[in-house]
């Protein structure tokens, strides 16, 4: 089993930063996995922001490229999303994932909103 716990959230200006953590526990050798962010608008599907692999290769959706960092912290057993320059758009409950013997994992999820 994989619990994984996200935090970091908040209520944030236009053109304000925030940092989002996941930390995972359980069974799960997290240095070994790749890892992603997703993201759910009101009304909206969960779409994918951003994954990392367990040699750190990055990539991210084309709306957040530029202003949102991936990263890990494997001694922490935790993944990080930086997210730089938010926009209204970015408002939504953001969701870390992972899929691990053979099963899909996510977390309770984290409301960002972003208003003036």
């Known amino acids: 089993q994989v619990q994984l716990v996200e935090s970091g959230g908040g209520l944030v200006q236009p053109g304000g930063s925030l940092r989002l953590s996941c930390a995972a526990s359980?069974?799960?050798?997290?240095?070994?996995?790749?890892m992603a962010w997703y993201r759910q608008a009101p009304g909206k599907q969960r779409d994918l922001v951003a994954t990392i692999t367990s040699g750190g290769t990055t990539n991210y959706a084309d709306s957040v490229k530029g202003r949102f960092t991936i990263s890990r912290d494997n001694a922490k057993k935790t993944l990080y999303l930086q997210m730089n320059s938010l926009k209204f758009e970015d408002t939504a409950v953001y969701y870390c994932n992972v899929q691990w013997g053979g099963a899909e994992y996510w977390g309770q999820g984290t409301q960002v909103t972003v208003s003036s």
């Open positions: 359980g069974s799960i050798t997290f240095s070994w996995y790749a």
